[in-house]
């Protein structure tokens, strides 16, 4: 019988210790619902309950919101940077990766004028590598007819030096050559600070 009525008392030991529900627990979806709808007021909060009949104090309320204050908000990731976006644009598209191209189709879906701006520069890209420079002319009307600014711009000052720009983006010679050995001997004359005389710095092209 000792046996019995000790596991007996220890039963109601457990059962006592075991945590009550709480009062709250039924109304936090409400508390969690207004507080996201951006109701912060601990003390209109709590007369919602108390309208509702909930049998819930101004305590436990406010110590439920301090947790729901507590937990940082969800931040939106940051734009892409101005940089990473004219990479986007200005890089082939076999060079871009799944993420980039992810980015890029987003920003451009966000933004109509850059995306119309996205189209002229990829046709500028197979101008340039494909040298289609007799397709330059309609590219420029294209470009002009859309009123962007910057690019725009871009394409009506090509008409300052038409001739040579379109010789550039049609012919195989370019001045590659020309302008690598004049910034080789502009190199060489840096090195010597400008106190070389003229057969000293021929001697050094000469040699190097």
Request: proline residues 7%; contains cysteine.
């Amino acid at each position: 019988m000792l046996r019995y009525a000790s596991a007996a008392r220890w039963q109601d030991t457990l059962r006592d210790n075991r945590p009550r529900p709480s009062r709250l627990g039924p109304h936090k979806a409400h508390l969690d619902r207004r507080f996201t709808e951006g109701c912060t007021s601990v003390t209109q909060l709590h007369r919602e309950l108390v309208a509702q009949g909930a049998p819930v104090t101004y305590g436990m309320v406010r110590a439920y919101i301090a947790t729901l204050r507590a937990v940082p908000p969800d931040v939106p990731p940051p734009p892409p940077s101005v940089r990473k976006v004219t990479g986007w644009l200005t890089r082939h598209p076999i060079s871009l990766s799944e993420e980039d191209r992810a980015g890029l189709k987003d920003v451009l879906a966000r933004c109509p004028e850059l995306d119309t701006a996205a189209g002229h520069i990829r046709d500028f890209g197979e101008i340039l590598t494909d040298r289609l420079g007799v397709t330059l002319p309609a590219w420029i009307d294209a470009v002009d007819a859309s009123r962007l600014p910057g690019l725009t711009g871009f394409a009506l000052h090509l008409h300052r030096d038409f001739d040579a720009v379109t010789a550039g983006l049609t012919l195989d010679w370019n001045s590659g050559a020309t302008e690598g050995a004049v910034n080789r001997i502009k190199k060489i004359k840096r090195q010597l600070y400008g106190r070389a005389g003229f057969e000293l710095l021929r001697k050094m092209i000469l040699l190097q």
